[in-house]
């Protein structure tokens, strides 16, 4: 069964969604709240991106980070402003499971290949974005003039063994899946495939699960899982609306 990943975005210290409730009950934009809301919704892994940080190149929401690492029991894996391996040290000295990194493996493969060499693979994971097939950098505001298939087929020449693939907008936001540059690219690569974005309800979902015999085996979901679009949700918003006893407890 594919693995679903809660995606937490955080700008200026502050969560860019704020999960909807049952009637009279909300949820604070707060994104240490928000990463225990989905550890007592049963979460297994939590998706965090530092916003500002991959605009300015650097962890700028270092603090926010830590807390939310130190709330949580589950694995956090951190993207945004990963630029140089200190960036990825602190982060992993701090208790952040795996680090994802993009713009440095196009623009510093070296420090990649370091990072890769002192943490391993799995620790260590290639971020994809891409605004009509070409990866973008920078926070998704510049264009590399790569394809996604030859950005991935360097990573794993480098020695990345995992990638997290998403489409995005010309503004940066979410595109819809594209299923086929999935399939392409886990057939290609035979890399291992986090799915990220563009996830609108059970249909999407479904239809990436079928992907799972070519190396997709995980997706990032943000706004759908905020706006509840998945039936088990309206029972665990009532649940912790009534403080009843049948969610994970942290």
Not at 27 to 51: C, Q
Not at 71 to 86: K, S, Y
Not at 127 to 134: E, L, N, T
Not at 159 to 170: K, M, N, Q, T
Request: net charge negative; glycine share 10%; charged share 25%.
């Amino acid at each position: 069964m594919i693995l679903i990943i809660p995606a937490v975005e955080i700008r200026a210290g502050r969560c860019i969604r704020t999960a909807q409730g049952v009637e009279g009950f909300g949820y604070s934009d707060d994104p240490v709240e928000m990463a225990r809301l989905w550890r007592t919704e049963n979460a297994k892994s939590l998706h965090v991106t530092d916003l500002d940080g991959a605009r300015e190149g650097r962890l700028v929401n270092a603090d926010t980070v830590k807390q939310m690492v130190q709330t949580v029991d589950i694995p956090v894996e951190l993207g945004g402003g990963v630029r140089t391996f200190e960036d990825a040290r602190w982060a992993f000295e701090t208790g952040v499971y795996r680090v994802l990194v993009s713009t440095m493996v196009i623009e510093n493969p070296e420090e990649a290949q370091r990072l890769l060499s002192v943490y391993g693979p799995s620790k260590v994971v290639l971020a994809m974005y891409a605004v009509r097939g070409i990866v973008a950098t920078h926070g998704g505001t510049t264009t590399s003039g790569l394809t996604a298939l030859s950005v991935a087929l360097n990573g794993k020449a480098l020695g990345f063994r995992r990638l997290v693939y998403a489409d995005i907008g010309e503004d940066g936001s979410p595109a819809l899946v594209n299923l086929d540059v999935l399939r392409d690219l886990g057939e290609k690569t035979g890399m291992r495939i986090t799915a990220a974005g563009g996830i609108a309800g059970l249909d999407d979902l479904l239809k990436i699960q079928e992907l799972e015999s070519h190396g997709v085996d995980s997706v990032v979901i943000g706004r759908a899982l905020y706006e509840n679009k998945f039936a088990c949700q309206a029972v665990w918003r009532k649940c912790e609306a009534g403080n009843y006893p049948f969610t994970a407890k942290i």
